[in-house]
């Protein structure tokens, strides 16, 4: 004989189900929460020594000593402007204890040709800009910017540039540098290197088809300008690096040169919001620490810290912007 259903135990049975869903809400969450805060993974999509591990090494260092989190570690990826470490992240769907350090090299990557974008991501937060120098030799020809760009625009093929990844802010870099005096962009001989190490062998090194001028961040440099092995002849940035004397391109009559390289974190994409706000959480615990601080004024950075929705609304237009660069530049 069928039971019958009264109305109270239709209340009730709905009751008792919609309480289950809870419960495995919950479940799901407790699964992830604090996972971050035990481990956490910090990626840097690019080889040992350049801009972008350099910003995962000080953030795994204020990490670590302030006892944000358990324990902290840096695993590098290099190749393709971060892109092949975007493919790699984006894989990692729902993990909660990863981030990855981006910028504006990874948007001239992703549009000269990627399976994904930041878009397949969670934004976490922007960090700060670093600034690119052009840089050559000691025992250069070019003893100033103007030197340089009086034999670039006599023989572009005779000058070749080095920066980093093909498309990237190095790159863009040069291409406004040439459009300023009138090279086309498609004249520019430009080689890209893994990172700033590589590069700076490159620039030191008489072999043939090495390069007479490079273009990287001011970090890349640092140690080689300070020892006179480099000869800085210009900063993309706009004022003089505090204790660094360096003209900046405005100074030196090119305003138009003008492409800040900002760094930023995010995660991989299918987080829930709680494992999102736990991120976010950390890294902004991480750059109110004096020792983000201090590496922050150590590295010449400049600290421009963005989350959240605003975040997302910088990304999707610094990546237009660049995009449209790149294509005015005939480097896409």
């Given at each position: 004989m069928a039971t019958k259903l009264t109305p109270w135990s239709i209340i009730s049975t709905v009751v008792v189900l919609v309480l289950a869903g809870f419960a495995v809400a919950d479940a799901r969450d407790t699964e992830t929460t604090g996972k971050a805060r035990a481990s956490l993974t910090m990626m840097?999509?690019?080889?040992?020594?350049?801009?972008?591990?350099?910003?995962?090494?000080?953030a795994q260092q204020?990490?670590?000593?302030?006892?944000i989190v358990?324990?902290?570690?840096v695993s590098n990826v290099p190749g393709a402007a971060g892109t092949i470490g975007l493919s790699q992240l984006v894989r990692m769907e729902g993990q909660p204890n990863i981030l990855m350090v981006t910028g504006t090299v990874m948007l001239g990557g992703i549009a000269r040709g990627s399976d994904f974008s930041l878009a397949n991501t969670t934004p976490i937060a922007r960090l700060a800009e670093d600034f690119q120098v052009v840089a050559v030799?000691?025992?250069?020809p070019h003893r100033t910017l103007d030197d340089f760009l009086t034999a670039w625009k006599a023989d572009p093929a005779a000058t070749p540039v080095g920066g980093g990844s093909a498309g990237g802010v190095d790159h863009l870099v040069a291409g406004q540098l040439a459009k300023s005096v009138g090279i086309p962009g498609s004249d520019v001989k430009y080689t890209p290197h893994s990172g700033g190490g590589e590069l700076t062998i490159s620039l030191l090194s008489s072999a043939a088809g090495t390069v007479n001028v490079g273009i990287s961040g001011?970090?890349?440099?640092?140690?080689?300008?300070?020892?006179?092995?480099?000869?800085?002849?210009?900063v993309v940035a706009p004022e003089r690096l505090a204790?660094?004397?360096?003209?900046?391109?405005i100074e030196l009559g090119h305003p138009e040169v003008d492409l800040v390289n900002w760094r930023g974190l995010v995660a991989p994409p299918g987080l829930s919001e709680t494992d999102r706000a736990e991120l976010t959480a950390i890294v902004t615990e991480m750059v109110a620490t004096a020792e983000w601080k201090e590496a922050v004024n150590r590295?010449?950075?400049?600290?421009?810290f963005l989350t959240g929705p605003d975040f997302e609304k910088f990304i999707a237009e610094e990546q237009q912007s660049i995009t449209a660069l790149l294509k005015e530049l005939g480097l896409a």
């Open positions: 840097a999509p690019a080889a040992a020594g350049g801009g972008w591990d350099l910003v995962a090494r000080e204020s990490l670590r000593k302030n006892k358990g324990t902290v570690q030799p000691a025992g250069s001011y970090n890349d440099f640092r140690d080689m300008i300070e020892s006179g092995k480099l000869r800085a002849l210009a204790g660094v004397d360096i003209p900046t391109m590295n010449r950075w400049k600290e421009n």
